[in-house]
């Protein structure tokens, strides 16, 4: 009987020391997905501020445009307008 409880024993033991491994390295792989996924979401707020600069950039761009050349953007607002139109039908 000593036999078999020893040996359940020590399947016991291999099989806690299996599964602390698996679950030490499921973590592991857990942590640098998180590290990764962290790293992008950082990249992609970077790109986001610099795309919002460039709208801001550009806004006022034409703001400044149509303010010094006003009969020539509603020149072009009409032309797109019709142009938009035409291509709608």
Known sequence: ???STSAATQ????TSATVDR??????????????VANSA???LNV??????AAKDRWAETCTTYVKENPFVA???ALAAGFLLSR???
């Open 11 to 14: 399947a016991a033991t291999d």
């Open 87 to 89: 291509w709608m039908r």
């Open 74 to 76: 509603l020149g072009i």
């Open 1 to 3: 009987m000593t036999t």
């Open 41 to 43: 979401a950082s990249q």
């Open 22 to 35: 698996i679950a030490s390295s499921a973590h592991q792989t857990v942590d640098r997905i998180a590290s």
């Open 47 to 52: 790109k986001a501020d610099d795309l919002m």
